[in-house]
């Protein structure tokens, strides 16, 4: 068992540590606990991330109390098991031998700051201090949202080049943002209502789908795709603002509209074609503005990003409507959704250490903050 002293010195200070490289993740913003350790910003050594969502799926969203108790449990073997496989160790390593890896591997720990669930990001937040403050490690903020952006670069194959236009679809923000490079971020809009995953878990519960909505409503939108005749066209439900510049959604009214059709079934009803119909309505709309925001600021890269750019469809056409227009980046799969690896990533393009006892969970930090 090892055993821990109460207060230790702090030597040199955490922002002297020049290089860094090799940075372990933690993300702990909504109903995942995630750790990983990326290498030069590019390189997964090890990604490990836990999701309570199928604790929630009776509930339509997620019971914060639940979710914080859960990650209370899970930080720490999360945390260990990344460690674990980023370095090899042996199943038979005790706790303090992965620590003493992380002691002498580790350069630095990145941890999610906001915007998220309070109860939830106080683990993350909490633990990284004491990580910090026990391995003697420099600790970096990192926001969530900046962090999606940064799947981006988890990838071998190609950078995205600067000035760059980012989309940042996730389950609480739609958020259109300009890069000049990377500490230079400019919120151009978004939602004025409902986020792009939200609008996808509203009506995946009112069709008595289980949360999350997004993978749901898309397996069913998929069926219907694949058997319908091209001559079906899917546009049930409006594009909002679709004829305006201004880089503004709003998916609101996609809720009523689909209650009420779902409410007035004619005999033909199909769940699939309405699921598909709410997609393409979402898809749309997300698709116009992108087209709208690449015209008018000619980035030299496109970046999707978010839970739900893990969206097939809405991949394709953003890939379709932008390709001939600028260089479109897309994360794998396994880094849209919440994880550690886009944090230790954002965190080695942003090398910004700060005292431990600076660190500070906002729920409610902007994407520019
Ligand atoms: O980024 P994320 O994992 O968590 C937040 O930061 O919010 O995004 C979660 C959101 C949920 O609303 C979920 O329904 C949506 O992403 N999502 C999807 C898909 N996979 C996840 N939406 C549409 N299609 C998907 N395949
Ligand atoms: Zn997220």
């Not at 925001?293 to 409507?321: C, D, H, Q």
């Amino acid at each position: 068992m090892p055993i821990f002293r109460c207060f230790f010195k702090t030597g040199r200070h955490m922002s002297e540590i020049s290089t860094i490289r090799k940075i372990i993740g933690i993300e702990t913003s909504c109903d995942e606990t995630a750790s990983a350790i990326v290498e030069d910003g590019k390189k997964v050594l090890s990604s490990i991330v836990l999701s309570s969502a199928d604790t929630f799926s009776w509930s339509g969203g997620v019971i914060p109390e639940i979710a914080a108790r859960r990650q209370i449990e899970s930080v720490i073997p999360v945390i260990s098991a990344s460690l674990r496989e980023a370095f090899n160790a042996s199943k038979n390593n005790k706790l303090s031998d992965i620590f003493d890896y992380a002691i002498k591997e580790i350069d630095a720990i990145a941890v999610t700051v906001g915007p998220g669930l309070i109860g939830s990001l106080l683990i993350g937040v909490e633990t990284a201090k004491t990580l910090s403050l026990v391995w003697q490690k420099p600790i970096i903020p990192v926001n969530h949202l900046v962090a999606h952006i940064y799947a981006n670069w988890l990838s071998d194959s190609k950078t995205p080049q600067f000035p760059l236009i980012a989309l940042v679809v996730s389950g609480g923000h739609t958020d259109f943002v300009l890069m000049k490079n990377h500490d230079n971020i400019k919120y151009l809009g978004g939602t004025r209502d409902d986020a792009a995953g939200e609008a996808f878990d509203k009506t995946a519960r009112l069709l008595g789908l289980p949360y999350p909505g997004g993978p749901a409503i898309s397996t069913l939108a998929n069926k219907f795709i694949n058997s319908k005749s091209s001559a079906e066209v899917l546009n049930l439900f409006p594009r909002p603002m679709a004829n305006t510049k201004r880089l503004n959604v709003s998916f609101s009214g996609l809720k009523t509209a689909a209650k009420n059709y779902f409410n007035n079934q004619k005999p033909n009803f199909s769940v699939n074609r309405l699921a598909a119909e709410i997609q393409e309505a979402i898809v749309d709309s997300l698709v116009i503005k992108s087209v709208i925001a690449v015209e008018t600021y000619k980035p030299k890269s496109f970046l999707l990003a978010g839970g739900v750019s893990a969206n097939k469809r809405l991949r394709e056409k953003i890939s379709a409507a932008l390709e001939k227009k600028t260089k479109v980046f897309i994360p794998n799969p396994k880094y849209t959704t919440d994880n550690a690896a886009m944090i230790a990533g954002a965190a080695f393009y942003n090398p910004k250490p700060i005292p431990w006892q600076d660190i500070i969970a906002n729920p409610s930090l902007s994407i520019d903050e």
